[in-house]
């Protein structure tokens, strides 16, 4: 089974400086990857995925990640925060359901704290 | 509607007590997906429906938990029994399987509501 696993559950940054969010993945295939974004009391929002086309994805809102298979990781990053940025972010993984469908399976989220 | 939306937003129960959440999908959408956000934790995935078929509830954590979607539109997830464990956010989800693509190529963006949280007393 893929998984996903978050190195930070927190990450505290000031406004205007970068943003670095970590992600490694499992799989025993070529992965599609995600980062989705959840804003308190919102719906989940797709910020960017990767499905073994070019490396470096780039996102809504600045946002980019880089998917390296030597380091199994997908690293979100931004170059400059803005306050707006503050939220739940979730890298995900796509894994085959028991019919072939696409089902995702999230990692346990980093929450982004951004301070003036 | 514009978007995926969940009703009731907020549902509080006493254990021993049945639930319904219900799931309105885009119009359109073949795909739809039950996920649960326990507090701290991120989504797991419950069941999926394509159309009106379940095709997978592997997820569901026990009996009490049943889903349909009988016109291939609207979802209803019901809860039988609730006990506090069953407290979460429940999550629904749609997509728009890509037409002339198998469903293993599917990688096509979900659309998240913005989830019912049930609190089980």
């Known amino acids: 089974a893929q998984s996903v696993t978050q190195l930070d559950s927190h990450v505290s940054v000031s406004e205007g400086t970068p943003v670095l969010l970590r992600c490694n993945y499992s799989s025993s295939y070529s992965p599609s990857l995600f980062w989705y974004v959840q804003h308190p009391n919102k719906g989940l929002q797709l910020l960017l995925k990767y499905t073994s086309a070019a490396t470096l994805v780039k996102g809504i809102n600045g946002f980019e990640a880089e998917f390296k298979k030597s380091e199994t990781s997908f690293h979100l990053t931004k170059p400059s925060a803005h306050m707006s940025d503050a939220a739940e972010y979730f890298c995900v993984v796509s894994d085959r359901g028991n019919t072939g469908f696409q089902k995702l399976v999230f990692g346990t989220g980093t929450r982004l704290l951004v301070s003036p | 509607g514009a978007g995926v939306s969940q009703s009731p937003r907020y549902k509080v129960a006493k254990r021993g007590q049945d639930v319904a959440l219900r799931c309105d999908p885009i119009s359109g959408h073949v795909s739809l997906f039950w996920y649960q956000q326990a507090l701290g934790q991120g989504p797991e995935f419950l069941t999926y429906f394509q159309n009106e078929a379940q095709l997978d509830k592997s997820g569901l954590p026990s009996d009490r938990f049943f889903a349909e979607r009988p016109e291939g539109s609207v979802s209803t997830l019901k809860i039988q029994r609730t006990q506090q464990e069953d407290s979460a956010v429940y999550l629904c989800?749609?997509?728009?399987?890509?037409?002339?693509?198998?469903?293993?190529?599917?990688?096509?963006?979900?659309?998240f509501g913005e989830g019912s949280r049930l609190t089980v007393l």
């Open positions: 989800a749609s997509s728009q399987t890509e037409p002339g693509t198998a469903a293993s190529q599917n990688t096509g963006e979900l659309f």
